[in-house]
């Protein structure tokens, strides 16, 4: 039996929720289709969900189509859950794309599908609503070829068009062979020489050439090389029954091996009724069984956690069962691992897990409501940040505040249901502010002594900053012999400087430099007779600790480092006769046109703009285009800033800016 494990996305509002229950109820999982007005369809599972309409949390339903088993991946269509979209495209075989007949191609449409592409997912599109007044066919068609892809194939045609009663007359056009010889010689020069057959053998070569073209498109989609275009509408289920075919004769099934070496990723994790977590994980090889004791974690990192599986349960016929293994290819729900986290690779790394997406540039407090235990909204908060790594929390035990990192406005009201509905904790937030980084201007170098003042601890430390490439991260070097101290002293440096750049001279995270240790030294273990090891005589882990923040935080001092906030790049998309009105406001918000293009009575502006300022650009938009203004817009690049103040962030750390308070914050051995 073939396994397809599939993906719906959409931007919002294509329907895409509605399609996946017309879809459930079409294949016999459910009796009646939900709607998402009424709150009551199987995949949106979070309360929150159901009050507005959009998809957050992705959620699997399994269903048979003849022989092939589905497991059907529902994902967010709003830009503020993008993470969310990106975990489950690692774990697709096939997704299908809908897109509204009545409004087109969106701008989240166009960010989906150029994702889709670059992961070379093999994609249907599916165009929903044919029911509804304003629907079109050629125009939707031409806004996929010229805005989404030109390898699109029409599968049929549309009766009815913008009438309840519209349906999909399944056919494959005759432009289909047009984008199929594209990829295809053979296929034309076989077509071409089908047609110039006589003495009544045209009709065999015709239905030879149809059975050839049919094989070619599904040969050529499941290389991801063009995409089927449906038509169709998930309320009346007018041609749902020709994108199940679809689903089932052009989209690739899963593969692994069952006996090759355990493999997986974790796209998902959930607390149980207990509070015990579930990792939702896809196998690619390898088969995992009950009481199995694995390796898991993030392939970047070191230190890889073990753990033992204690119960399985997989995806069957509209729910799921419990199992005593899961081999490669299915989806599964897994518990027992308790550090599991999202992006954690099972057994052998397939590949590093990549973001497909960009990390969150936002962040804001969260406001403990009157008589809100702040512990509580803390480990609330850990337990969010631990089914989602890109929701990142930064707690200020001073100020007794914990901010989270977002994508977008929409994100807050979510958190904020979420921590009012599942545990019961009322919020607020304050304004939203930009997450800048740090880079070094220059290189900077400190040291301190063992036994000299001012140094309170038992360690030499010496540290010299570079800059390094854009990108590069951070990297940490060596001058000094590995055999000069015990290892563990250069791992405690090397683990406080990582964490020390977390807040810079500004108090953003430091990246792009390398940190190179150019002393080191340390007393050894002093014992006494009789009393044996003397701890105020012999260094431990934590003089160096201590130590490293001190002497890194004065090399990035004298290295200097500059303040850049992050920017994205926007496409913008209006009537031309509104340039004039657009155009003060762009510069106003620090939007920086690249290219102009005209395009008949449109006017297509691309370039760079500060992502602090995309959420105000995207409100003001309607009203300087008449409603006609269309933007996209994803993180790029980050900048220098150069205007006005430079942005501050309050520390969270024992600020080793000030050496006195630090002394006062860190425990400390003063020594002489």
């Known amino acids: 039996m073939h396994l397809l494990n599939l993906g719906i996305l959409a931007h919002v509002d294509a329907g895409k929720t509605s399609l996946t229950e017309r879809l459930l109820h079409s294949v016999g999982v459910i009796d009646e289709p939900g709607r998402v007005d009424d709150g ?289 290819g299915r989806i599964a729900r897994l518990w027992g691992l308790t550090d599991i986290r999202i992006g954690d690779a099972l057994g052998e790394p397939r590949k590093a897990y990549e973001h497909f997406f960009a990390p969150p540039t936002l962040e804001t407090v969260v406001v403990p409501g009157p008589g809100v235990d702040t512990r509580k909204l803390h480990l609330a908060l850990t337990r969010l940040a631990e089914q989602d790594p890109l929701i990142d929390l930064r707690h200020d035990e001073v100020r007794q505040e914990t901010a989270v990192s977002l994508y977008g406005e929409v994100q807050k009201e979510v958190v904020q249901a979420t921590l009012a509905g599942e545990f019961g904790l009322e919020v607020t937030f304050r304004e939203t502010t930009v997450i800048c980084i740090e880079r070094p201007s220059g290189t900077g170098a400190a040291v301190e002594f063992n036994k000299k003042d001012p140094n309170p601890f038992l360690a030499t430390v010496g540290l010299r900053v570079d800059p390094a490439p854009t990108g590069s991260g951070v990297e940490f070097r060596l001058e000094v012999e590995l055999g000069a101290m015990p290892y563990a002293f250069f791992k405690a440096v090397e683990d406080t400087v990582r964490e020390t750049l977390g807040q810079g001279l500004h108090g953003w995270q430091v990246t792009d430099c390398t940190v190179t240790m150019t002393h080191s030294g340390y007393s050894p273990r002093q014992s006494h007779a009789h009393q044996g090891f003397d701890k105020s005589m012999s260094s431990t882990g934590a003089d160096f600790r201590g130590l490293a923040p001190l002497v890194l935080i004065e090399a990035l001092r004298r290295a200097g480092t500059r303040v850049h906030e992050p920017m994205h790049r926007f496409r913008l998309e209006a009537p031309a006769d509104t340039l004039g009105a657009l155009l003060p406001v762009l510069s106003a918000l620090r939007a920086v046109p690249q290219t102009t293009e005209t395009q008949g009575a449109v006017c297509v502006l691309e370039g760079a703009v500060p992502a602090g300022r995309v959420h105000e650009l995207e409100q003001r938009l309607p009203g300087l285009t008449r409603g006609e203004g269309e933007l996209e817009s994803a993180f790029d690049h980050y900048a220098p800033i150069t205007h006005g103040t430079v942005p501050e962030r309050p520390r969270t750390d024992h600020n080793p800016l000030n050496r006195k308070e630090y002394l006062l914050n860190v425990t400390r051995r003063v020594g002489s």
């Open 40 to 328: 009551n369809t199987r995949t949106d599972t979070l309360a929150l969900e159901r009050q507005r309409g959009i998809t957050i949390k992705s959620a699997v339903v399994s269903f048979a189509i003849d022989d092939v088993t589905v497991n059907l991946i529902d994902t967010p269509g709003h830009p503020d859950f993008i993470a969310e979209v990106e975990r489950v495209l690692g774990v697709l075989d096939g997704a299908v794309l809908v897109v509204s007949a009545v409004e087109g191609v969106q701008a989240q449409t166009r960010v989906l599908m150029r994702t889709l592409q670059r992961l070379h997912i093999p994609t249907l599109l599916f165009v929903n609503k044919i029911d509804r007044r304003g629907a079109r066919y050629d125009g939707v068609l031409r806004e996929i070829s010229e805005r989404l892809t030109p390898a699109a194939v029409p599968m049929g045609t549309v009766r009815g068009l913008g009438t309840p009663d519209a349906r999909f007359v399944p056919g494959l056009a005759p432009t289909a062979l047009d984008v199929l010889a594209d990829h295809d010689d053979d296929l034309l020069a076989a077509y071409v020489e089908g047609g110039d057959m006589s003495h009544g053998t045209h009709a065999t070569s015709s239905a030879m050439s149809h059975t050839t073209l049919r094989a070619a498109l599904a040969a050529q989609t499941r290389q991801a090389l063009v995409h089927p275009v449906h038509f169709g509408s998930a309320i009346t289920g007018a041609g749902v029954k020709a994108l199940v075919a679809g689903v089932r004769e052009l989209l690739p099934p899963a593969d692994g091996d069952p006996d090759g070496p355990l493999s997986g990723t974790v796209f998902k994790v959930e607390r149980g009724p207990a509070g015990e977590k579930v990792a939702y994980a896809r196998l690619f090889s390898g088969t995992l069984r009950i009481r199995d004791r694995i390796p898991f974690g993030e392939v970047r990192t070191e230190g890889r956690k073990e753990g033992r599986v204690t119960a399985i349960s997989v995806f069957d016929h509209g729910t799921d069962v419990r199992a005593d293994a899961v081999p490669a």
